[in-house]
């Protein structure tokens, strides 16, 4: 089975913030990024992909990371 098979990478935005991540069930990973925090989320978009694909956009955004995953 492929790394990415059912997965998305999705870019959400919460305030200045952004985070790049990957699920196969996006609905359900909002609500749960949305429990966490009750400041509005914003789903910014989605790309086809895995974890290959997610590792790939932290490397390229790499120099932007203020701290832990945003």
Known sequence: MRDDAG????VVERGQF???????NLKKR???LRS??????VLLGT???G???EAAMH?????WR????W
């Open 47 to 49: 790309i086809h992909g």
């Open 30 to 32: 909002m609500e749960t």
């Open 66 to 69: 203020i701290h832990g995953e």
């Open 36 to 41: 966490h925090n009750p400041e509005t989320l």
């Open 59 to 63: 490397r390229e955004f790499a120099s």
């Open 7 to 10: 997965s998305v990478v999705y």
């Open 18 to 24: 952004v985070k790049i991540g990957t699920t196969t």
């Open 51 to 53: 974890r290959q694909r």
